[in-house]
């Protein structure tokens, strides 16, 4: 069954970054489009940025432009989610998720990523 | 950005219930609109989208309807597993917007 796999919680303090990969094993990316995006604990859901992995063009919600980067890696079908500057309320699930077709639903799901930005 | 508002925010109901939520958007979406099944700890997981069309493997209990504004998801008749929260979302344009939920729970 085709999932998308993304990599283990981290604690981060305010200030640092922190890189998020999601990996779809036995999946081609090859023209499809990923997105990227949170939720703050007991919140609803926030769309960051998308990547379309044809060229790697990205496009960033305008409230994390500067602050983070969508990158991927097609040899090994690893999309990646840099955010910068880090600050208490970035603490958060993130998820990537894939677009559907060209639509921008998302059909498939990592299982998200536990990211606490504490002193 | 498109102001996607869900309403009820949460809901009661017994199993075997027909349930109805809905969902408005503060500018027309068109026909667009998807809703989203999420339960506690894990990924949501899409139900319908472009309104009304069911996503493979979605049970037909499962009902989307609405166009613009206005939009509805119907559960027919309730079952144990759709205790959860749910969330509309439209990709009409950029930024894609979610509803705040509307969380499901046992009577």
């Known amino acids: 069954q085709v999932q998308l796999v993304q990599s283990g919680a981290e604690v981060k303090k305010p200030g640092a970054s922190v890189k998020v990969s999601c990996k779809a094993p036995g999946y081609s990316f090859t023209g499809t489009y990923m997105h990227w995006l949170r939720q703050a604990p007991g919140q609803g859901l926030e769309w960051m940025g998308i990547i379309d992995l044809r060229g790697g063009r990205t496009t960033y919600g305008q409230k994390f432009q500067g602050r983070v980067t969508v990158t991927s890696d097609t040899s090994t079908s690893t999309v990646y989610m840099e955010l910068n500057s880090l600050r208490s309320d970035d603490t958060a699930v993130y998820y990537c998720?894939?677009?559907?077709?060209?639509?921008?639903?998302?059909?498939?799901w990592g299982q998200g990523t536990l990211v606490t930005v504490s002193s | 950005d498109i102001q996607m508002t869900q309403s009820p925010s949460s809901v009661s109901a017994s199993v075997g219930d027909r349930v109805t939520i809905t969902c408005r958007a503060s500018?027309?979406?068109?026909?667009?609109l998807a809703w989203y099944q999420q339960k506690p700890g894990k990924a949501p997981k899409l139900l319908i989208y472009?309104?009304?069309t069911l996503q493979s493997g979605v049970p037909s209990r499962f009902s989307g309807s609405g166009s613009g504004t206005d939009f509805t998801l119907t559960i027919s008749s309730l079952q144990p597993e759709d205790f959860a929260t749910y969330y509309c979302q439209q990709p009409n344009s950029f930024p894609p917007t979610f509803g705040q939920g509307t969380r499901l729970e046992i009577k």
């Open positions: 500018q027309g979406v068109s026909s667009l």
């Open positions: 472009a309104t009304s």
């Open positions: 998720a894939r677009g559907l077709g060209g639509l921008h639903y998302f059909d498939l």
